[in-house]
């Protein structure tokens, strides 16, 4: 089974081009890994290469109490199989890059919220 690429060289590129983020009250959202089978979807704002360590808005498994801004590993999102025939997380292929608000905003909406 061929599986997408968690990050690619034009990706990686954006995210340092890009740079820190820290200070802006309404970063954009470069990257977006989901769980194909649930809620679970990761929105990254920054990446570090040497560690493969993202920091963006997670949207938690079960409702909005669990979503947070924090860091995750492409690390383990590679390693994580879900649904019954234990398929992978999945990066978004066609995802824009826009303001957390804006992406918010939608997720929220596909939710039914």
Known sequence: MK????????????????????????PVVIGKW????????????EYDPETRTCFGFVVGPFDDSCDEWGYF??????????????????????FTAEPISKVHAAALTKLGR
């Open 34 to 45: 989901f769980n194909p089978y649930g809620r679970n979807t990761w929105f990254a704002t």
């Open 3 to 26: 599986t997408t690429k968690m990050m690619t060289k034009a990706l990686e590129t954006r995210f340092k081009k890009t740079g820190s983020q820290e200070n802006i009250a309404d």
């Open 73 to 94: 590993s492409l690390d383990e999102i590679e390693s994580v199989r879900v649904g019954r025939f234990g398929l992978p997380l999945e990066r978004d292929l066609y």
